[in-house]
């Protein structure tokens, strides 16, 4: 695997990207890396995913970003005004809409790694009336080695600036409830945000939450989901064996 992070996150966003796997089409969806304290890669506004390349990624400003953020509002021009300000070249991309998203996941979710996608499995029930519910409780032991116990979830707000505000308030709020950042932020009615210390833990969490999804949209037809008791949850989330595992999940990539 290489070490350049922008060669990863190309690789990483291929991945995602794929058509065979549905979680990302044309224009959707976007991945980010943080390069170091004040520096991140993020894909540019109305790239492909499963078609990216180098040059489909901007380096931005990181604090400046977050300094967006902390403004209380921004009109549309402010904010097209303020994506273009934040890059390091002025001669790349304009970087997505979901850039002031990603600053926040990166700063506030305590990870170095976020992907974005709209996988049909997982937008099939955060679209509908349940909204993000049926994710409430496990229904699988691995689901919650690989994605986590808790999540974090965020009813529809509109993309891009907004958005940022609403995340940035639930990661807070999960955090002081639980201690520590989620591995996944659900957006109602838009597709969940991977939060992950490295690409494969982005990847291997997307692909657990498709694998979930899809158990949980078949069960429909077997009388709904039989959901695992929180004692049964919080057992496989603390047992030895299970971090183990979960670490070891992750040194394929070493």
Known sequence: MPNDPLERLVSLSREFGREDRAWAILGEGNTSTRIDDGRFYV???GSRLGEATREDFTEVDLHRALEYVARPSLTDEEVQAALDSIKLDPAAKRPSVETFVHAVCLEEGDCRWVGHGHPESVLSILCSQAGAQPYSEHIFPDAIVVCG???AVVPYVDPGFKLAHAVRDALRTFKKAHGKAPKIIFLENHGPFLLGQ??????????????W?????????FGGANYLSPEESDRIEGRLDEAYRRKRLLEAEK
Not at 198 to 211: G, P, R
Not at 213 to 221: E, F
């Open 149 to 151: 116990r808790s999540f």
């Open 213 to 221: 999804s899809k158990i949980l949209l078949a069960n429909r037809h």
């Open 43 to 45: 894909k540019a506004s």
């Open 198 to 211: 490295s690409d494969l833990d982005v990847l291997n969490t997307m692909k657990m939450l498709d694998k």
